[in-house]
């Protein structure tokens, strides 16, 4: 069947054996709950089939049915290779929406919740010789609205700015062999100040067996680095000077070796584990020379004032939902907004598949690393947001584009924030948490209105270019305009210098198939590519020449099912001309 994610699906963190368990499954719908009673683990029904990775509400499923199935179950049989014998095997899933019991050959082998952050299985203990029975059960309540689920309408039919639902398998599925004694994590700290790049890795196994591990460094081809390391203890930490490897002292002070999205210059890495003298364990990986910071009110990227034009990404696909068809259609949504003259996207109310974020390293591209959120708040809701966020955080903490952190967005989950101290103790422990996991971005605490404490104030404002040249006019105003009612800061908490950035504005809806707009959704609308770029370039432009605002946001990349307010359509054709969109862009150069 057509449509299989066919890439190894975690770029940052290599491994060259690995077999994709992508592609026909049997499926059953269980809405009964009779799948655990009668052991569905053992004996599977049948039912129907399903397109892996692709949710069963999506039509590249084979299924595309929008209804309610609460309880879904997955099953397909796979043989271990015959070389991965000697080794052990892990199970890897890139994301199941929303928790995930998982079986091989009739015993439970991981349970996992949070529908947007991987997780993985050691099976070797129940694999047996010749066909494997491998089975997924999968809940996903449709009408609890403490889950964190972003854009995903608790409705069965897609409405205003939420769209339809994913339940289960949304990312590859894989296994791979490895040996007991393997690497199991590295993360990687540049530190441009200094020219160093800091490597911390965790090794499993036991540090007896004479372990030592070779690092290898490569810029554009060839190696600058390459050191051996013998492992004293499961944790390690190296430091490696980048600069002092380009003896070119021009190349130096022109930081020819820094990534941008101008330059986004990666460093290729080969990691081996080594247990007396025989390789056991190899890992490819990268990562970019970056620094972002905020000084003196100031958005910074490697020391220098750096303009972010981004444009809101919903990561949503025709036939697909969250899943993209392809690889190339994840790397062709970044080339069409470059093409545009944006620098980067905030991926909205998503945690986006690692290729994305593999494809943002390589052409040079920035993030907004955003987290889904819940619809209401809880105790329940909080404890499954940091849960979830700790885990997305350090999934995509190596990728050089990740410049922002945004746990929370527009209030979503907290709705009262804006007055009441356990929200607020919930956005503000949600910073705190993203801060204690990473030093190195800024992180924006809530995004859009009634921040707490954040280190950008990113500002959500659809109104008309006449309106935002007079709210962004002074400081003054741009902190006393509301938008939708809501105060710019939450009670008891004020602005204290940080960038101020329109982070979302525009929405202009345009359906190239209608002369006046009778169907689909946006913030206000028009009826031609060349309205449309009127109406853009007045609302950029306001942005660019105003003394306060150091950045901006647009909504959107794209159409969403029945949201038109996209700059293309949803199957990524364009509305008008996207060089005279560039050039409007361009003005900030």
Known sequence: MAYLIEEYPRPQFQRNEWLNLNGEWNFAFDDNEIGLKEKWYNSFPKQTKINVPFAYQAEHSGIGDPTFHDVVWYQRNFTIPSNWKEEELLLNFGAVDYRAWVYVNGEMVTFHEGGNTPF???????????????????????????????????HEQSASIFYTRTTGIWQTVWLEPVNKSRIDTIRWTPQIDRGDI????????????????????????????????????????????IRNRFTDRSNIHDHGWYWTPESPNLFDVEIELLKKDTVVDTISSYFGMRKVSIENGKFMLNNKDY???????????????????????????????????????????????????????????LVWAEMANCSEYSEAAAQRMNAEWIEAVKRDYNHPCVVVWVPLNESWGISRVAYEKQQQHHSLSMYYLTKSLDTTRPVLSNEGWEHTISDICGIHNY????????????????????????????????????????????????????????????YSAVNSGEALIKQYRKMTEVLFNSKVVQGFCYTQLTDVEQEINGLLTYDRQPKCDLSIIKKINDQSE
């Open 198 to 241: 800091d490597l911390e890795t965790e090794i499993l196994g036991d540090i007896e067996d004479d372990l030592t591990m070779q690092i290898s460094i490569s810029f554009k081809g060839q190696e600058i680095i390459s050191d051996t390391t013998k492992i004293f203890e499961g944790y390690t930490k190296r430091s490696y000077n």
């Open 307 to 365: 303009y972010q034009k981004l444009v809101l990404d919903q990561g949503y696909f025709p036939g697909g939902l969250l899943t993209a068809p392809s690889d190339e259609a994840l790397k062709r949504d970044i080339e069409l907004a470059k093409e545009m003259g944006f620098n980067g996207a905030r991926k909205h109310q998503k945690i986006e598949d690692p290729r994305f974020l593999y494809w943002a390293d390589k052409l040079g591209f």
């Open 463 to 522: 109104r008309s270019a006449e309106e935002l040249e007079q709210a962004y006019e002074t400081l003054e105003s741009a902190l006393t305009t509301t938008s939708a009612q809501r105060p710019i800061y939450a009670e008891g908490f004020e602005y204290n210098g940080v960038p101020i950035m329109i982070t979302e504005y525009g929405g202009i809806a345009y359906d190239k198939k209608q002369e006046e707009l009778e169907d689909g959704w946006g």
């Open 120 to 154: 993985s299985a050691n099976i070797t203990h129940v694999l047996k010789e010749g066909d494997n029975n491998l089975v997924v059960r999968v809940e996903d309540p449709s009408e609890d609205a403490t889950i964190p689920r972003g854009k995903q309408y608790w």
